[in-house]
Nanobody
């Protein structure tokens, strides 16, 4: 079980930027693939970005490709999501989680709210 604490959300205008952080504990961070998810009211949770534990390669959903960047700092046991050129449709609660064989852990943090105004 990995404990996760998300932070960095807030209210920004369209076109602005935010950097989300995810502090992890409970297991060696470097051995885990990690991902960012988001959920807007009335919508399903979606996988936004993921980073492979061994290669560091990243994948993104099409709607954020070119605008968001996922990264990690193993020394700090922290995952990041740099979000640029934000759009109102990015408004959601953002969560991080581990991935094992492509599946997220059942243990979620509280997430961090991102609100983008037009």
């Amino acid at each position: 079980q990995v404990q996760l604490v998300e932070s960095g959300g807030g209210l920004v205008q369209a076109g602005g930027s935010l950097r989300l952080s995810c502090a992890a504990s409970g297991r060696t961070f470097s051995t885990l693939s990690m991902a960012w998810f988001r959920q807007a009211p009335g919508k399903e949770r979606e996988n936004v970005a993921a980073i492979n534990w061994s290669t560091g390669s990243a994948t993104y959903t099409d709607s954020v490709k070119g605008r968001f960047t996922i990264s990690r700092d193993n020394a700090k046991n922290t995952l990041y999501l740099q979000m640029n050129s934000l759009k109102p449709e990015d408004t959601a609660v953002y969560y991080c989680n581990t991935l094992s064989r492509g599946r997220p852990s059942d243990y979620w943090g509280q997430g961090t709210q991102v609100t983008v105004s037009s």
